[in-house]
């Protein structure tokens, strides 16, 4: 089998942060000699991540078995994850904000045996519900864990603590219609009920400013998918949460205004 060598769109920051992690995992474990030194295993988990490069290319171009590079990738993940900040982390963060932008991104998945709860109907596709908090620039701030893809995106914002905390919070935060009823702090647009009549220009204005503002916050969804593996997870759905907070830690390595 051919080879060849490819870039990685990515800084040294992010390849010396991981292997500073894999070097002290491998000193704390006092593990014995292995195929890869730690910084062609945080390569080796790079290329995976953001390039979208499966295990068996990259198991050939590192001259490793499948199954080390599927052992090396999901360690690194693992030690990323371990260091993600959680949302009463972020909050801190997102506290001094002007106001923040919310919305939920589907992200596919390859069907699965139980795939029903996966289904959703709004995309017509399975994958996983993420919900993503952006600042006014459309820059990502936080992403929370991963739910199955039919939980509607006010369910699944309710379920991480999200409305809670941003109405404790009181941060004004713009989001779409799927979050109305949650009230407080979140600003939605008007909307129009069946039996009701059009909305009147007023309403119609605010909503053309309100979706300028929030459009914004689409940035913030499209930088989490610059993370090519992120295209079609074709893992373990349970194994979505931990990939999505190791490349949570890595762009905030990569752009350290809002790192912990």
């Known amino acids: 089998m051919l080879s060849y060598p490819a870039a990685i769109p990515l800084s040294a920051r992010s390849l010396n942060h991981l292997a500073g992690l894999i070097r002290r995992h491998r000193e704390q474990r006092r593990s ?81 045996a139980n795939q029903k709860p996966y289904y959703s109907g709004k995309h017509r596709r399975h994958g996983l519900n993420v919900q993503v908090v952006a600042d006014p620039a459309g820059r990502l701030v936080w992403a929370s864990a991963a739910l199955p893809g039919s939980v509607h995106d006010l369910t699944a914002a309710r379920a991480h603590g999200i409305i809670d905390a941003l109405n404790s919070a009181n941060v004004m935060t713009f989001a779409d219609k799927a979050y109305q009823g949650a009230r407080g702090s979140i600003r ?34 499209a930088t989490l998918k610059t993370w090519k593996v992120l295209t079609k997870l074709r893992c373990c759905p349970h194994r979505a949460t931990a990939i999505l907070q190791a490349i949570l830690v890595l762009h905030h390595v990569e752009n350290p205004a809002y790192a912990g």
């Open 32 to 112: 014995r000699w292995r195929r890869l030194d730690p910084g062609r295993q945080a390569l080796l988990a790079l290329a995976h991540l953001r390039n979208g490069d499966t295990l068996t290319r990259l198991a050939c171009g590192f001259e490793i078995g499948s199954t080390t590079a599927w052992r090396y990738v999901r360690e690194a993940v693992d030690l990323l994850a371990a260091t993600a900040d959680d949302l009463n982390a972020a909050m801190d963060r997102i506290r001094r904000l002007a106001y923040a932008i919310l919305d939920g991104t589907l992200i596919p998945i390859d069907r699965v």
């Open 188 to 221: 939605t647009p008007f909307k129009r009920h069946r039996y009701r009549p059009k909305l009147p220009r007023w309403q119609k204005k605010v909503n053309r400013a309100h979706a300028r503002i929030r459009a914004i916050g689409e940035r913030a969804n």
